[in-house]
């Protein structure tokens, strides 16, 4: 007897009858989702991602708190790290900015001080680096230790003067 319960079940779900039902209750079913889905992304508001490194100047100008032209005056060390042998370290420096212009922020006037990061791992991205002499127009903001400066990112926040960016920089001060 239960082998025969067995094959009427079998023959029962072959019947082409109740697939065809199974069918059209899962499109249905599939249809009423896909329906609802347009007004479920009505409701979602979108979100605007901030790259970690601003990628353009207008970028730029906005991420930062102070924009200034000025002049590497010299660069110390922050502490005085050993280095490990073998192990590749981030050592912390402070530029003295000898500032020309001030384009965005009110820092202070003669000189900044600005905190940078100097890594020798060439694995990473490079980072912002200053050297003595070099003239640069710098995106800051404030950083957490008080009476410093800090790039806007490690990696980003230092440009090459030149007139367009001056000229851009002029610009955009003066709508301010």
């Given amino acids: 007897m239960p082998a025969e319960c067995f094959v009427k079940k079998r023959r029962k779900m072959n019947n082409p009858k109740n697939t065809f039902e199974s069918r059209l209750i899962f499109f249905a079913a599939l249809?009423?989702?896909?329906a609802a889905c347009p007004f479920a992304a009505a409701q979602i508001?979108?979100?605007t991602i901030q790259p970690v490194n601003p990628l353009t100047i207008e970028d730029k100008i906005k991420a930062a708190q102070v924009i200034a032209l000025g002049s590497?005056?010299?660069v110390t060390a922050q502490?005085?790290?050993q280095k490990t042998a073998g192990r590749q370290t981030r050592e912390p420096y402070i530029a003295s900015i000898k500032v020309e212009k001030i384009y965005k922020g009110s820092p202070g006037e003669g000189k900044l001080a600005v905190l940078f990061t100097r890594s020798d791992n060439p694995s990473r991205p490079p980072l912002v680096n200053f050297s003595p002499g070099e003239r640069a127009v710098l995106f800051l903001q404030p950083s957490d230790t008080a009476g410093y400066?800090?790039?806007i990112t490690p990696f980003s926040g230092k440009?090459?003067?030149?007139?367009a960016l001056t000229q851009k920089l002029?610009?955009?001060s003066a709508q301010q």
């Fill in 170 to 172: 002029e610009k955009t």
């Fill in 72 to 74: 590497v005056d010299s």
């Fill in 31 to 34: 249809f009423a989702v896909l």
């Fill in 79 to 81: 502490k005085n790290q």
């Fill in 159 to 163: 440009e090459r003067a030149d007139y």
């Fill in 45 to 47: 508001e979108p979100v």
């Fill in 149 to 151: 400066l800090e790039t």
